[in-house]
């Protein structure tokens, strides 16, 4: 085990965060290369395949996050301490390590287990603020020497990994955040929040360690639980958004024409990007998680634009990191695959189910948040977006307050992408429920 606690690790994460899954550091080395390196706690150390607490991880698969409680996959004596990176904590992690060249290739990939230490704990906030020049570098940065330095070199790598990701067609979507603002216990109001350089520079690096990691268990011809995103269900629709701006797409599913169409609308219209983004979000589909096995012909992630690809950096929230830490273990130490094929088929399905399940409390959450929200604005109006059109109903979520509710009134001839006014007619925050009808209807 290779000991890099005096390397330059730093976390970045939400301000509350206290389950840290990953630390990040970055190297230049001769000849124009760079060294990046994310190190994942280790949780496979601690839970013990068929143990209770693996038991109990599996059983959730996933940690729950709502306005204002969380409900984390493992207990918290473990996830926020034991097998959290805390700053200043010597900890086991699985190291993804990658030469990156100054067009954003891979040179070269490794990965292997490490004790580390988090030199720094920093948040997505004043780290954004701080890239993009709009606040000053974090005190928890400012105190550590060189680590201003290897914030910058990180976020130049992310750039350039983003880049070469885009030229190979991952989408470039925007989307927005909304989280319940509290006053002390009390809820008061929503805000929407942008995506910044500190989000983009973790979500670069993870991308590419999950990436490294779904190699490397491919290679060694042990098989893999992927993340996939199949081709959009609803691409003629996608087609059919594009050509109200005079853009023409592909007739079969394509992320490269797609991503180019993406970006000019994001020159010609910044403001509602978002909007755009949001649309081609729930046009795409979900995501799932799928086994596969050596020799398999296997499925991509359609809005990243990778064949391999897998979830591995967030074992403390995702069970499917843990599995694929235990299948990289087995590799590390000569032995064979933990699990079965039918095993690792029906973990793939209980954990895509689950995640589904988790998603659906969290929507609902913040539609029961939403709700308290606009309780006293009944009869207003308001401009949206239809963010769902099926036979099971029509959905709309408006701009201010950012909010999302069923169109019980007017939803005829809608789809998904379309601009509409709409009027709050009634809601209930117990059940989640926010109804509105179209402007002019009823």
């Known amino acids: ?57 599996a059983a959730n698969t996933t940690s729950v996050y709502t306005p204002p409680q969380n409900f984390p996959m493992l207990p918290e004596r473990l996830s926020t301490d034991l097998t959290s990176l805390n700053q200043s904590e010597d900890r086991l992690a699985m190291v993804a390590e990658m030469t990156v060249d100054a067009q954003g290739h891979i040179a070269d990939s490794s990965v292997y287990p490490a004790l580390v230490k988090n030199q720094a704990k920093l948040a997505y906030s004043s780290v954004g603020a701080w890239l993009e020049g709009r606040g000053p570098l974090p005190a928890a940065a400012s105190v550590v020497a060189g680590m201003a330095d290897n914030l910058k070199l990180q976020d130049r790598m992310a750039q350039i990994l983003k880049t070469q990701r885009h030229e190979h067609g991952a989408l470039q979507l925007e989307a927005v955040e909304v989280r319940a603002q509290f006053e002390g216990d009390t809820l008061s109001g929503l805000a929407a929040e942008k995506h910044n350089r500190a989000q983009a520079l973790i979500e670069d690096f993870m991308i590419t360690a999950n990436g490294v990691i779904a190699r490397f268990l491919e290679d060694h011809h042990f098989p893999v639980l992927r993340r996939v995103v199949r081709s959009p269900e609803r691409w003629q629709r996608i087609v059919a958004l594009a050509l109200e701006h005079g853009e023409h797409l592909p007739p079969e599913p394509d992320s490269k024409a797609l991503n180019e169409y993406l970006i000019k609308r994001r020159a010609a219209d910044p403001l509602r990007f978002p909007d755009l983004s949001l649309s081609i979000i ?112 029509t959905w709309v979520r408006i701009f201010d307050p950012p909010a999302e509710g069923r169109l019980e009134q007017g939803s005829q001839g809608l789809d998904v992408g379309d601009r509409v006014r709409v009027r709050l007619i009634h809601t209930d925050p117990e059940r989640g429920f926010i109804d509105f009808a179209r402007a002019g209807h009823g």
Request: glycine share 8%.
């Open 282 to 393: 729930k046009l795409m589909g979900r995501g799932e998680y799928v086994a596969s096995f050596p020799g398999d012909v296997t499925v991509g992630h359609f809005g990243l634009a990778v064949n391999d690809y897998t979830h591995s950096t967030a074992p403390n929230r995702r069970y499917p990191d843990l599995i694929t830490q235990r299948l990289l273990k087995a590799v590390l130490t000569g032995r064979k695959s933990p699990y079965g094929s039918d095993q690792l088929v029906a973990l793939a399905g209980h954990c895509t189910a689950k995640e589904d399940d988790a998603q659906k409390v969290e929507r609902l959450m913040r539609k029961a948040a939403a709700a308290l929200v606009l309780g006293d604005m009944l009869g207003r109006e308001f401009d949206g977006i239809v963010t769902g059109a099926s036979p099971k109903g």
């Open 1 to 57: 085990m290779r000991d890099l606690r005096k390397l330059l690790w730093c976390s970045i994460d939400n301000d509350d965060s206290r389950d840290l899954d990953q630390l990040t550091v970055a190297e230049a080395l001769p000849g124009g290369k760079t060294k990046v390196m994310v190190a994942v706690a280790d949780v496979s150390s601690v839970v013990e395949p068929e143990s209770a607490l693996d038991t109990h991880a």
